[in-house]
């Protein structure tokens, strides 16, 4: 991976969130540090939240229901708001399973009070005066989702995951943007192979990558 001079560089332990406002052609990096973590992700614009990450639009645009480099993320104005200009992850990221949250887990798994991605999101909108409302259907990073000829998706929905330690996906914000990450915990599928770790955020100026 190419090291560069960082605004920002965190750890996000598994199970934990992460928000920031990333300004216009400044790059937010997603690092998996040891392979096969499920990183979930909404962005919104960060001057007018009502306009946020819309799947539909972004899934149309690129034909293709995976993110990968060179994909736009567009708004449901049908607005850029961030480009991946690099992604080392074979095989593409999931775009229609959407979060994990305490209310599916016990649906899906039977397990009772186990929050998820969707409890993340809603403390990291709430720092910015967003709730429950504005959680849209998110990407999931470094996630599989197999769709078949007929329609139907693997019984587990998710499947191991295609990345290795190190991969990284870089996204360019077209904007201002809000992006909010949640660093999966789930263990009741293999979206992170059933042993939640951590990743690397890091959010770069422009000319750092020059």
């Known amino acids: 991976m190419q090291e560069l001079d960082s605004l920002t560089d965190e750890i996000v332990k598994p199970g934990e969130g992460w928000e920031k ?3 216009p052609l400044q790059i937010l990096r997603i690092t998996d540090l040891e392979g096969q973590q499920g990183v979930d992700f909404l962005c919104y614009n960060a001057d ?3 306009e946020r ?5 972004t ?3 690129a034909q293709s229901i995976h993110i990968a480099k060179g994909s736009v993320l567009y708004s449901d104005y049908a607005n850029p708001l961030m480009t991946v200009v690099e992604d080392t992850t074979p095989g593409g990221h999931d775009t229609i399973a959407g979060c994990c949250s305490s209310w599916s887990n016990e649906m899906l798994y039977g397990v009772p009070n186990a929050p998820g991605c969707r409890e993340n ?3 990291a909108l709430s720092k910015h005066g967003l709730d429950w409302t504005d959680i849209v259907p998110n990407i999931n990073f470094f996630c599989s989702v197999p769709v078949h000829e007929d329609g139907s998706t693997e019984e587990s929905v998710f499947v191991d ?4 330690a ?4 870089d996204l360019r914000a077209e904007t201002n943007v809000l992006a909010v990450i949640s660093n999966c915990p789930q263990v009741n599928n293999p979206c992170n192979s059933g042993n939640p770790t ?3 955020v890091q959010v770069f100026s422009p000319h750092s990558i020059d």
Not at 53 to 57: L, R, T
Not at 161 to 164: A, D, L, Q, R
């Open 21 to 23: 406002v990333i300004r």
């Open 53 to 57: 990450y819309h799947a539909p639009n």
């Open 48 to 50: 007018n939240p009502q």
């Open 161 to 164: 995951g295609n990345s290795v």
């Open 121 to 123: 999101f809603l403390d």
């Open 59 to 61: 899934i149309k645009a």
């Open 166 to 169: 190190g991969d990284y996906i």
């Open 198 to 200: 951590q990743i690397r």
